[in-house]
């Protein structure tokens, strides 16, 4: 996972508060200011574990915050607050044969007891890149749809403009013209 964080760009530090594996804090500069922990699990039951630890570690979570402003300047500084209600933790599953039980997934998503929980299950290197794009960086997968959208409209005017150079050029007919101003309101979204 430590490489898919990296090909994404995203700014994190590895940590390690006792759940008998490393998690990886993602910058909260990275996501709009949430806190974010990700730990790779290997059965529901490990995250859920990891939930009911972490109220038992707020001290070492609290010096853990302080090490990381002084000695991690790109992480930046982590509120208390933050911590309280914008703590997202999300334990990411490699279905190699079996995926989690959907009952036991969707019911640990909904428990927000300490932190918002989500679930990502992923079978390849890809899958899992793109998953966490889409959870920690939604807004780049909203700019391409935009700039995906922009380019058709202008596909779409440079056909109009085609065709009121035909109307110009050629003795049009009030029936060619209104033809033209309907396919404009379609391309500008007037309908």
């Known amino acids: 996972m430590e490489e898919t964080l990296r090909k994404l760009g995203i700014?994190?530090?590895?940590?390690?508060?006792?759940?008998?594996?490393?998690?990886?804090?993602?910058s909260p500069k990275a996501v709009k200011d949430k806190i974010m922990i990700c730990?790779?699990?290997?059965?529901?039951?490990?995250?859920?574990?990891?939930?009911y630890t972490?109220?038992?570690?707020?001290?070492?979570?609290k010096q853990f915050f302080k090490e990381l402003?002084?000695?991690?300047?790109?992480?930046?500084k982590?509120?208390?607050?933050?911590y309280l209600w914008d703590l997202y933790l999300v334990g990411v599953y490699k279905c190699d044969s079996q995926p989690l039980?959907?009952?036991?997934?969707?019911?640990?998503?909904?428990?927000?007891f300490v932190a918002r929980k989500i679930v990502l299950?992923?079978?390849?290197?890809?899958?899992?890149?793109?998953?966490?794009?889409a959870i920690i960086l939604p807004h780049y997968m909203l700019d391409m749809q935009i700039k995906k959208l922009g380019e058709m409209a202008i596909l779409n005017l440079n056909e109009v403009t085609k065709d009121l150079e035909y109307?110009?050029?050629?003795?049009?007919?009030?029936?060619?013209?209104?033809?033209?101003?309907e396919t404009f309101q379609k391309t500008v979204g007037g309908e």
């Open 11 to 26: 700014d994190f530090e590895v940590v390690s508060l006792d759940f008998g594996r490393n998690g990886y804090f993602i």
């Open 39 to 51: 730990v790779e699990i290997e059965s529901i039951e490990q995250l859920t574990d990891i939930m």
């Open 121 to 133: 299950q992923y079978t390849t290197e890809k899958d899992l890149y793109d998953k966490l794009e």
């Open 78 to 82: 982590v509120q208390l607050a933050q």
């Open 167 to 181: 109307i110009q050029a050629e003795a049009a007919t009030f029936e060619q013209i209104y033809e033209l101003i």
């Open 54 to 61: 972490l109220p038992n570690k707020v001290n070492e979570i």
């Open 69 to 76: 402003e002084e000695n991690h300047p790109k992480i930046g």
């Open 101 to 112: 039980d959907q009952v036991k997934v969707a019911q640990i998503e909904r428990d927000r």
